[in-house]
Nanobody, 124 residues
């Protein structure tokens, strides 16, 4: 059974930092692209970042470039999203997702596997 379990969300002031974790199980970690989406109230879900643990460049949405960093720990089958200089507009539920194809993180596509989500709230 595929499982993606997020942790690390919370409440932080603007300018602060949080690190999200996504622990993956039930599939071959190296074969998949794993990343993050977010959805704010009243807004569409958007892709934030993704990475392939087997190598290659990470992808970031323009809105988070230079502030967020995605990384993977293959020994722990875990992907991290380090979020720095957080802004109130980053407030959303953040979802971990996985798919065989990096293209699944592009607009209009939906990755095969999803976590339950973790709330990130940034106060001004």
């Amino acid at each position: 059974e595929v499982q993606l379990v997020e942790s690390g969300g919370g409440l932080v002031q603007a300018g602060g930092s949080l690190r999200l974790s996504c622990a993956a199980s039930g599939f071959t970690f190296d074969d998949y692209a794993i990343g993050w989406f977010r959805q704010a109230p009243g807004k569409e879900r958007e892709g934030v970042s993704c990475i392939r643990s087997s190598g290659g460049d990470a992808w970031y949405a323009d809105s988070v470039k230079g502030r967020f960093t995605i990384s993977s720990d293959n020994a722990k089958n875990t992907v991290y999203l380090q979020m720095n200089n957080l802004k109130p507009e980053d407030t959303a539920v953040y979802y971990c997702a996985a798919d065989l194809y990096t293209a699944a993180f592009a607009p209009g596509y939906v990755p095969d596997y999803w976590g339950q989500g973790t709330q990130v709230t940034v106060s001004s």
